[in-house]
């Protein structure tokens, strides 16, 4: 085997969520509104908190960025998902097979950490509201949004060593409709387990510090919201993080069910149902869900849009 690594394949066949023409053109219309929504959600999300400056503050700051990643989680994924479902070219390179895997893997895995910096940044806020402007400095959050980063390029780098030991000698269709790591990996014919146990330990370890973090923080949240007398008190406190921790629930329900079980163990159906989720819905509903629960935001819409009607005028 030790003379084998010679990939066989040029290229993987994507088989796709279905083989119904009917139905590949529900899922494409759907897809395809999806992802519009996903494209002006998130840049939206993006330009308001860059023109308002009354959304300047740590929380948005975090906020832009889970809105960079979103739009990147979901355009390494959902083209490519519409070009199959639209025609009948199933066909992926080798190497835009494992530029798609990888640019999912950075984006996925920043956000994970991305995520538990936010908690961080809410525990901080409700904990200790009159130290706030200093514990999250500029210096802080640009250190944590870095080190999300970061993190994300290391273990987006160690997936990459891992693949290119895999070599493909015999088929080469993937029952999935993106390159995921789960579906290739079943597809190699090298031996995948010192992979899976390398691959596991590191974005095991990134998942459970970053979920360690999370939860010491909303046990610290909670037990300030428990100690407020008032109810509108506690209300006020708990709607700070409620979006946050809608996001949280989502986000790591859906890559626990997926990712934290062997490889060998994947299954087509309900782990394609599940990757339609977080792959392409879950970007979609976090513009949402930061802004139709968040009065600041629908403000700053406002003010926005108001100052554009008002540069029209003087014009």
């Known amino acids: 085997m030790g003379r084998r690594n010679i990939t066989h394949v040029s290229d993987f066949i994507l088989m796709g969520l279905t083989d119904s023409e009917e139905i590949q053109l529900v899922l494409f219309t759907l897809f395809l509104l999806m992802y519009l929504f996903t494209v002006l959600g998130n840049a939206g999300m993006l330009l308001v908190i860059c ?14 960025h889970l809105s960079f990643l979103d739009l ?15 025609t009948s070219n199933k066909h992926i390179s080798y190497l835009n097979c494992f530029i798609q ?52 390029f290391m273990d987006t780098f160690v997936n990459v ?4 030991r895999l070599h493909f000698c015999d088929s080469n269709v993937i029952y999935h409709f993106f390159c995921d790591a789960p579906p290739v990996l079943a597809l190699s014919c090298t031996d995948t387990r010192d992979i899976e146990i390398t ?18 923080s909303y046990v610290s949240i909670l037990s300030t919201i428990l100690k407020i ?3 509108s008190g506690k209300q006020k406190a708990f709607s700070t993080c409620a979006s946050h921790l809608l996001s949280v629930t989502i986000f790591y329900g859906t890559t626990i069910f997926t990712y934290i079980k062997p490889g060998k163990s994947y299954s087509l159906g309900q782990d394609q149902v599940v990757s339609v989720f977080y792959s392409i819905v879950t970007p979609m509903l976090n513009p949402l869900i930061y802004s139709l629960r968040n009065k600041e935001v ?12 008002s540069s029209k005028k003087l014009k």
């Open 51 to 64: 023109l308002d400056l009354q959304l300047h503050t740590p929380m948005y700051f975090f906020l832009s």
């Open 72 to 86: 990147s989680f979901s355009t390494a994924v959902t083209p490519k998902t519409l070009d199959n479902l639209l």
């Open 101 to 152: 895997m990888n640019c999912f893997v950075f984006a996925g895995v920043t956000e994970c950490v991305l995520l538990s910096s936010m908690a961080y940044d809410r525990c901080a806020a409700i904990c200790n509201p009159l130290h706030y402007p200093v514990v999250m400095s500029t210096r802080r959050c640009c250190s944590l949004v870095f080190g999300s980063f970061l993190i994300g």
């Open 161 to 164: 060593l891992c693949m290119s």
């Open 199 to 216: 691959i596991s330990i590191f974005a095991g370890s990134t998942l459970v510090v970053s979920l360690i973090t999370i939860a010491v």
């Open 229 to 231: 007398t008032s109810s």
């Open 298 to 309: 629908k403000n700053a819409l406002r003010r926005v849009l108001q100052k554009r009607k």
